[in-house]
């Protein structure tokens, strides 16, 4: 049975993680509709370094996924909104093998990837054998 004590534990790092969360997705929100493509990509990295962590037993840690994948879905329909308004993402997909780390990074390549490939604007091969590179 769980200690209290780490059950506690675990609802308090769960709640500052998850605040943390909320508040670079409406940042990020707020960049996306503001046009700030760059700040949203920033704000989102933020949003995704809250994953970086082994304090949380896996219950809490796929809770805190769940609420990222979540709002990672506002980026998704804003990249597919911007690619119908004839704005090519090829840039957009190479400045985010950049960031900085590595589980931001490949959260962003697969959320710019998946939209490149719905798009149709790379074949579907290339981009998942770059995302496995």
Do not use: C, W
Not at 112 to 125: C, D, R
């Amino acid at each position: 049975m769980a200690d209290p004590a780490d059950t506690e534990r675990q609802k308090k790092l769960l709640k500052e993680a998850q605040a943390v969360v909320a508040r670079a997705a409406f940042d990020m929100k707020r960049a996306l509709d503001q046009e700030l493509l760059m700040d949203a990509l920033k704000h989102a990295s933020t949003m995704l370094l809250e994953l970086r962590t082994s304090l949380l037993n896996p219950p809490s840690y796929y809770e805190l996924y769940i609420q990222i994948t979540d709002e990672l879905r506002a980026l998704e329909m804003h990249l597919l909104d911007e690619h119908r308004r004839g704005k090519s993402l090829a840039d957009l997909y190479e400045l985010v093998q950049y960031a900085g780390n590595i589980l931001p990074r490949l959260y962003l390549l697969i959320t710019v990837g998946s939209v490149f490939i719905k798009t149709h604007e790379a074949p579907a091969q290339d981009i998942l054998r770059d995302l496995v590179e």
